[in-house]
């Protein structure tokens, strides 16, 4: 909020024992109730453009996934979560369907976009499985116990993008 560039005193000394004197880019964030005046660094903006970058893609796949028939119920950072009938979710396709996104991000191309993940019953679901065998009336049971599927995406995808760079 309001960025301003200034002349920064920084930390350290140079090579004759003189303060360091660099420009910097401040800014004003919010703390709880309160504004303070910040410092953005370099790693702290390479930051914030790998991980915007990566929730684009990671977007991308979602929709291709969603549409699909996969339900997703949660995002965080760089993971997804579906959840969906058992025998429905398919580990391979799931994670295809993540990173198959050059047609919505044409500027990906070539990247080494790859993620991985997990299928596995949610705790509600294993839950109603031991009710539903325990129950004697069996038409009461209407919920479908449903699997989870698991896929961390873009840090798996920065990550080997890294590494072929260098």
Same mark, same amino acid.
């Given at each position: 909020?309001?960025p301003?560039v ?6 350290w000394l140079?090579?004759?024992?003189? #303060? =360091? ?5 401040w800014?004003w /964030?919010?703390s709880?109730?309160h ?5 953005? !660094?370099?790693g702290q903006w390479?930051e914030?453009?790998v991980?915007a ?5 990671l977007?991308?796949g979602?929709?291709n996934?969603?549409a699909?028939?996969y339900?997703s ?11 969906n #009938? =058992?025998?429905f979710?398919d580990?391979e396709?799931? /994670?295809g369907?993540?990173?198959?996104i050059?047609?919505?991000?044409? !500027? ?5 976009i ?7 019953m ?7 499985l031991?009710e539903?065998?325990?129950?004697a009336?069996?038409?009461?049971k ?18 080997n993008f890294k590494a072929?760079l260098?």
């Amino acid at each position: 909020f309001h960025p301003t560039v200034a002349q920064t005193l920084m930390p350290w000394l140079d090579k004759n024992d003189e #303060p =360091v004197w660099k420009p910097c880019v401040w800014y004003w /964030t919010s703390s709880g109730k309160h504004w303070r005046r910040v410092k953005g !660094w370099r790693g702290q903006w390479t930051e914030n453009a790998v991980q915007a970058t990566a929730r684009d893609l990671l977007w991308y796949g979602i929709q291709n996934a969603e549409a699909a028939g996969y339900k997703s119920v949660l995002t965080v950072y760089d993971e997804n979560v579906t959840e969906n #009938p =058992v025998g429905f979710a398919d580990l391979e396709q799931f /994670t295809g369907l993540l990173t198959d996104i050059e047609e919505q991000a044409p !500027w990906s191309a070539g990247w080494p976009i790859k993620c991985d993940g997990w299928i596995g019953m949610t705790p509600n679901a294993i839950r109603w499985l031991h009710e539903w065998r325990a129950s004697a009336n069996l038409a009461v049971k209407a919920r479908l116990p449903v699997a989870r599927t698991y896929a961390m995406h873009a840090r798996t995808c920065f990550a080997n993008f890294k590494a072929e760079l260098r």
